[in-house]
């Protein structure tokens, strides 16, 4: 009986935790696509993604909740996380980051903000797809 007991906890303890890794790691898998687009909420933290990715495009996305054109283009901006890799890509609501936004002088909503090497080599405003990936590729 002491044989039999000790070999079925074994095999019960080693079945249950098989299967729980392989169904963490699907869904772990697609929020990190979300996580890739970084949110800033506070100058120092926007002087600090500017530092730390010194020599890699960032394309900032100045946007607020109650924005319409915000809410169209924001799923295409997150598309773009995955289609360019090698570019960073920055979320700044401008009523939670209003000292952001005062910074980067941002007036209308939304607006894309592009910087390399700690400088702003580009600016535009307006929920413009084509144009947002245009500039992607024609300054990274």
């Known amino acids: 009986m ?3 007991g000790a070999n079925e906890s074994p095999t019960a303890a080693i079945a249950e935790p098989e ?5 963490r790691e699907t869904p772990e898998k697609q929020p990190e696509a979300a996580k890739m687009v970084k ?3 506070s100058l120092d933290e926007f002087r600090t993604q500017l530092a730390d990715n010194d020599g890699k495009l960032i394309v900032i996305d100045f946007s ?5 054109p ?4 924001k799923p295409f901006f997150h598309s773009l ?7 960073v890509f920055i979320e ?4 939670d980051a209003q ?6 002088d941002v007036k209308c909503m939304p607006t894309f903000q592009f910087y390399k090497n700690n400088e702003k080599v580009h600016e535009f405003s307006g929920a413009n797809k084509e144009k947002l990936e245009e500039t992607i590729k024609n300054l990274k």
């Open 70 to 73: 915000c809410k169209m283009i």
């Open 81 to 87: 996380v995955e289609k360019y890799p090698d570019v």
């Open 64 to 68: 607020a909740t109650w924005c319409g």
């Open 39 to 41: 949110t800033v909420g």
């Open 19 to 23: 299967p729980d890794p392989g169904s």
């Open 2 to 4: 002491q044989e039999g």
């Open 92 to 95: 700044v609501d401008v009523d």
């Open 99 to 104: 000292d952001v936004a005062a910074h980067c």
